[in-house]
């Protein structure tokens, strides 16, 4: 689907589809946004190169998976960004591969499928004629995209404190599971977010004739940008390494245990062998024993035994073991 608006001159706006593409061609004073919520055919490609979009940069916007960037053209300003289709509290992502374009007088997004992000600033582009600013509109829909990361990973937060206390408790080995699969999922969205954050340093420090230079009315919501592009990847990254200490924690803890546990077994065995070895030596049945003939041989083996026993305890108490 191709869906337009179309600002003219007298502060009219028009919306409908492709066909406005004509009608601001013909008012060289009027503002366009396309927006393209479909795969990248041949016609819809033609219609981007119309437009003065490159050719690469076309090819770029239809893959799937491209990592996210930022280009500058002579006649517009490109921007790969990766979206989102669906991100749940569990930051289960599925992500939208969202190309944007920004010109002089017009704005061109293209994506797969329903876009939240879009479909916000698309209907607030009205409000004070938003659309004469392409540039503003293209960051303020950046920043509200990366504003949506940073909700849910605030959800995190409280989640995974929430984990780290039932790693304490009965319920060590679901909320360890849980905690290795956040820490997966962090991991991929560190790699978007690095991407992001590269873009808005790029957007910040060199800027664009098509996006802003400097201290121009787009510095403001640039900075914007960066400070929550930079935020996501920080949260993103303190969030990944908390998992994995966690995770970590809970294993150095678990062999803590084992070690305690394996150290009681070892004292126990160790007590037992002289005292095994001694009843092993005297149940051999042989004729020639005299020791099975005194009269309180059974009273000095156990009075022998008893000391060995108490000897190794103590023994084991002075060096800590016990």
């Known amino acids: 689907m191709i869906r337009a608006l179309l600002l003219s001159g007298d502060g009219q706006h028009t919306e409908g589809n492709d066909q406005l593409v004509q009608q601001w061609h013909e008012a060289p004073d009027s503002f366009l946004w396309l927006d393209i919520q479909d795969e990248v055919t041949a016609e819809i490609q033609d219609l981007l190169q119309s437009l003065g979009c490159n050719e690469l940069a076309i090819t770029d916007c239809s893959r799937i998976r491209h990592p996210p960037k930022v280009e500058n053209f002579y006649s517009n300003c490109f921007i790969l960004f990766r979206g989102i289709t669906q991100l749940d509290d569990s930051l289960n992502l599925v992500p939208q591969q969202l190309g944007i374009w920004v010109g002089p007088n017009y704005l061109i997004t293209v994506h797969r499928g329903i876009s939240v992000s879009v479909d916000h600033m698309f209907k607030n582009a009205r409000e004070g004629n938003k659309l004469q600013s392409p540039n503003l509109l293209a960051l303020n829909l950046l920043h509200y995209a990366s504003g949506r990361y940073l909700e849910k990973l605030m959800v995190t937060e409280e989640r995974i404190s929430i984990l780290e206390d039932e790693l304490l408790a009965d319920k060590s080995e679901t909320a360890l599971k849980e905690l290795v699969s956040y820490r997966s999922r962090l991991r991929k969205l560190r790699r978007i977010f690095t991407y992001h954050q590269r ?124």
Request: contains cysteine; aromatic residues 12%.
């Open 199 to 322: 873009i808005a340093e790029t957007i910040m420090n060199d800027g664009c004739e098509h996006i802003g230079v400097g201290d121009d009315d787009s510095y403001h919501i640039r900075r914007d940008l960066f400070d929550r592009c930079e935020r996501l990847l920080s949260l993103c990254t303190l969030y990944y390494e908390l998992c994995g200490d966690l995770v970590d924690g809970y294993i150095s803890l678990s062999s803590h245990q084992l070690n305690n546990t394996m150290k009681i077994l070892t004292i126990i065995t160790a007590v037992f062998v002289p005292i095994t070895f001694i009843a092993g030596l005297y149940g051999m049945n042989f004729d020639n024993m005299p020791e099975l003939h005194h009269q309180y041989g059974y009273y000095f083996v156990l009075g022998v035994i008893g000391l060995l026993a108490t000897t190794m305890v103590i023994l084991f108490k002075k060096i800590r073991w016990l």
